[in-house]
């Protein structure tokens, strides 16, 4: 099953922002949702932020909300997570997925991908 590759994470400091991408490629990319996961150290794996095939829905977690932007380019088969006041509370492994839709991405569940390696993005104060 086809692996997303995420990068762009690293260690800043609070309030500053970060762009993550995802190389998600894969059968029928243009096709389908695609959303943005977190998973801080000991914790479940969150829902962060998602997008319709097209672009013209998004829906974000609401710890999130006002901060982070999801965007798509389906010509490059990329997703982008543009993160911006970042929080220590932010501090987690990234990863994106795709699915059928939005909804199923806020539900983490019907994942066309495997799980990726993800990219860390560690906030200090």
């Known amino acids: 099953q086809v692996q997303p590759v995420e990068s762009g994470g690293g260690l800043v400091e609070a309030g500053e922002s970060l762009r993550l991408s995802c190389e998600a490629g894969?059968?029928?990319?243009?096709?389908?949702?695609m959303g943005w996961f977190r998973q801080p150290s000991g914790k479940e794996r969150e829902f962060v932020a998602g997008?319709?095939?097209?672009?013209?829905?998004?829906r974000y977690s609401d710890s999130v909300q006002g901060r982070f932007t999801v965007s798509r380019d389906n010509d490059k088969e990329m997703v982008y997570l543009q993160m911006n006041n970042l929080k220590p509370e932010d501090t987690a492994v990234y990863y994106c997925?795709?699915?059928?839709?939005?909804?199923?991405?806020?539900?983490?569940?019907?994942?066309?991908?495997?799980w990726g390696q993800g990219t860390q993005v560690t906030v200090s104060t």
């Open positions: 997925n795709a699915a059928t839709n939005t909804d199923n991405l806020a539900g983490l569940r019907g994942f066309a991908r495997a």
């Open positions: 894969g059968p029928s990319f243009s096709l389908y949702a």
């Open positions: 997008i319709s095939w097209n672009g013209g829905n998004t």
